[in-house]
């Protein structure tokens, strides 16, 4: 990382207040969509990825910042949107414990959590959300895995599942049967982070509206997959429904509601963990299994 950044990004985050102390160096991460995460004092400086929509990207902060979202994300240290020296937008949060796969996950917060989400009032500023377009943005990743026997597979389901997702949402607004919420547009597990005592969603790049179901689409998907037990799956199901989560029907069989997100979320982590060489053969053999299966 050039030291003109490290310097910038230090500078900033102390401009942040008390919540940023002064740091005497900055950690760095690189994230699968393309940003850059520098851990400074108590700060998590965002440098979001190329190709970035400044314009929709502060709505959703605006949005967060303004409205009942506050109450179920965690909270911004800046309410605007600075820009880093190479132009990057650059958004900036407190440090929190995230979940991973070595946690013990709270499946049923998990499901009450989405469920409060996705009943909020629809904030008029808010962009359509982004899980559409991060099943697009896959698919080019797919294209570009040169070399790898499953390529025309993944391309092909891609391009299925993209057309897919734009007629159904068609049908849906021409039968005025579209359900509209807030919808988080990327949740999985690392968008779950400690917050005064409680869970509270991270990351507001894909914030939005649309059909709540694409929240529910990464468990969903990989409880299919056989990645996700299916006690899990129930409790996170199971709460959510208690608390009037309105992605699926009360009672009855979720599928037909969630079959669409669960297969793009499938597919959208195949070609993630492919196209980063991860070590973890399982997941990557699930995930490819299940996308033969479709």
């Given at each position: ?107 049923a917060e998990i499901g ?72 988080h547009g990327d949740f ?55 608390a009037h989560g309105p ?48």
């Open positions: 990382m050039e030291r003109h950044l490290d310097d910038w990004v230090m500078s900033y985050a102390a401009e942040l207040g008390p919540a940023a102390p002064r740091a005497a160096a900055s950690r760095w991460v690189a994230t699968p969509s393309g940003a850059r995460l520098a851990f400074v004092g108590g700060a998590v400086v965002k440098l979001h990825r190329a190709g970035t929509d400044r314009g929709a990207l502060e709505a959703r902060l605006t949005a967060v910042a303004r409205s009942a979202l506050a109450t179920v994300f965690v909270p911004p240290l800046s309410h605007r949107v600075a820009a880093a020296p190479d132009g990057s937008p650059v958004t900036a949060w407190p440090e929190v414990a995230v979940l991973d796969a070595d946690s013990e996950i709270p499946w009450r959590l989405l469920a409060r989400l996705h009943r909020l009032p629809v904030d008029p500023g808010l962009p359509d959300h982004g899980a559409v377009e991060r099943l697009r943005r896959a698919l080019e990743r797919a294209r570009g895995l040169a070399g790898l026997a499953d390529r025309t597979l993944l391309v092909q389901l891609g391009e299925r599942l993209l057309r897919e997702a734009h007629e159904e949402r068609r049908v849906r607004e021409r039968a005025q049967r579209h359900t509209t919420s807030v919808v999985h597990l690392g968008q779950v982070g400690q917050w005064d005592g409680d869970w509270r969603l991270l990351d507001v790049d894909d914030l939005g509206v649309g059909d709540p179901a694409w929240d529910l689409g990464r468990p969903a998907g990989f409880w299919a997959a056989g990645l996700l037990a299916d006690a899990d799956w129930a409790r996170c199901l199971d709460a959510y429904r208690d992605a699926v029907p009360a009672t009855g069989d979720p599928w037909p509601a969630i079959d669409l997100p669960a297969r793009a979320a499938v597919l959208v982590a195949a070609v993630r963990t492919l196209s980063r060489e991860l070590d973890n053969e399982d997941t990557a053999g699930a995930l490819l299994a299940a996308c033969r299966r479709m």
